[in-house]
């Protein structure tokens, strides 16, 4: 029987392992769509790309971290975490330095490859599957905590960044980013990632030496599981919405004439309610499970990209960023402890290196769809209600998959 600890003492005992994953997903920001469609007007603007082409840009690239990560995501549960994850922290920290330098279509498609995959991709798959497999009965809370690292950037790097340009260009950003990384994130991995007595799941290698007492699923046993391709539209849709309507927010705000520097500083408004839909989240699947929470994680997404699409004054900016900011910081918990709960910790980082593909193939079709459907002339409404309509079909087969399971797992009993 798992022993459900208190989250204060929990948080004294494991907060150098909480902290290190906080920072690893800290500076996947750098990585994400809220910190490069921050800077999208001034590259579309030096490279003369319109919004499709830049959408298209930005898709292919990520599309290619999302076939390099199907392939680099399992090292996670094969090579040493502090070795491994010193080495994607350096290669993030030459990725923002580099990024810096981009001359064209052609070095600003590998400069995204390069922050994407290891940002978006690598560090985040790190920080939650160490987090998913190092805790058991506070796996939830685990998750959430580290994961407080993404609205703590995405309430930081914005408006820093938009603050930043009014002084220099905005290539000078991107290697102050590198710098500020090698000195916060690259010392303190080393101080922070032990094991401790306290941690009631075991890491990679501990798993490795154990005798099989329960069921741990392989990558390959997973994709021949029907249900979990009941699960994908759920788990890709977040990563659409969310990256698809910040990467064109430039556009999108100027459509509906309001101000984009008010705009970014309501990201903090976004990064507090993530916090506290992470937080609740968090309780909730240590609470009742992932399972039971998984059909539902869309329903403020799409709350918040209907405001979006049909408010016509700029004071609706908070209920915005609170429905979108709640709604991503919510399912960041689900996500991560849905796997393990279905299929072991084993081969967790093959699993989720595979569901982290879906989610950057995901993120990858939002910004395109939605830059080609601009192109062609369709009003954000349109967008907002096609969205809602494919989040609500997403559920339902989600909800229809974990049906079955439950009802399968009480026939095997």
């Known amino acids: 029987m798992l022993r459900l600890q208190g989250t204060l003492p929990f948080v004294r005992q494991e907060w150098r392992f909480l902290l290190f994953g906080l920072l690893l997903t ?5 990585g994400q769509t809220y910190v490069i469609s921050v800077l999208g007007g001034h590259i579309r ?6 919004n499709g082409e830049y959408g298209t840009i930005y898709t292919v690239a990520t599309l290619v971290c999302a076939a390099i990560l199907w392939k680099a995501g399992p090292l996670v549960d094969r090579l040493p ?8 922290g350096l290669l993030m920290v030459a990725a923002m330095m580099s990024f810096g330098f981009v001359q064209g279509p052609i070095t600003l498609f590998l400069g995204i490859i390069a922050v994407r995959f290891m940002g978006q991709g690598m560090m985040t798959h790190i920080a939650l599957t160490s987090m998913a497999r190092r805790y058991e009965a506070e796996r939830g809370r685990a998750v959430a905590i ?7 950037g995405e309430a930081l790097f914005p408006p820093l960044i938009v603050l930043a340009l009014g002084f220099v260009d905005w290539r000078l950003i991107w290697p102050a980013m590198a710098v500020m990384a090698a000195v916060t994130l690259l010392p303190a991995i080393p101080l922070l990632i032990r094991h401790t007595s306290h941690q009631d799941g075991a890491g990679a290698a501990e798993l490795r030496a154990a005798d099989e007492d329960a069921k741990h699923w392989t990558r390959a046993e997973m994709l021949r599981d029907k249900k979990f391709y009941f699960l994908v539209p759920t788990a890709m849709t977040p990563a659409a919405i969310i990256t698809g309507l910040f990467f064109h927010q430039v556009y999108f705000i100027g459509l509906k004439g309001w101000n ?8 903090s408004v976004f990064a507090a309610a993530a916090l506290i839909g992470g937080v609740a ?9 992932a399972k039971r929470l998984f059909p539902f994680i869309l329903l403020p997404l799409c709350i918040g990209m209907l405001v979006f699409a049909y408010a016509e004054s700029q004071i609706f900016t908070v209920l915005i960023m609170f429905f979108l900011g709640f709604g991503s910081g919510a399912a960041n918990p689900v996500l991560s402890s849905l796997w393990p709960e279905l299929y072991g910790t084993r081969h967790l980082g093959a699993i989720r290196s595979v569901v982290t593909v ?3 193939f995901g993120s990858a079709l939002g ?3 939605m830059g080609l459907s601009l192109d062609a002339g369709a009003s954000l409404e349109l967008i907002a209600i096609v969205s809602v309509l494919l989040a609500f079909m997403a559920a339902s087969f989600a909800k229809i998959a974990l049906f079955c399971d439950k009802k399968q797992s009480r026939h095997s009993r």
């Open 81 to 88: 975490l502090k070795s491994f994850v010193l080495k994607v």
């Open 358 to 360: 879906v989610m950057v």
């Open 281 to 289: 989240s968090g309780f909730l699947v240590d609470l009742f499970r």
């Open 260 to 267: 984009f520097e008010l705009w970014t500083l309501s990201f």
């Open 146 to 152: 580290a994961a407080l690292g993404f609205p703590l």
């Open 45 to 50: 603007a030096d490279f003369d790309l319109s």
């Open 26 to 30: 800290f500076w996947s920001g750098p």
């Open 367 to 369: 910004p395109v769809f």
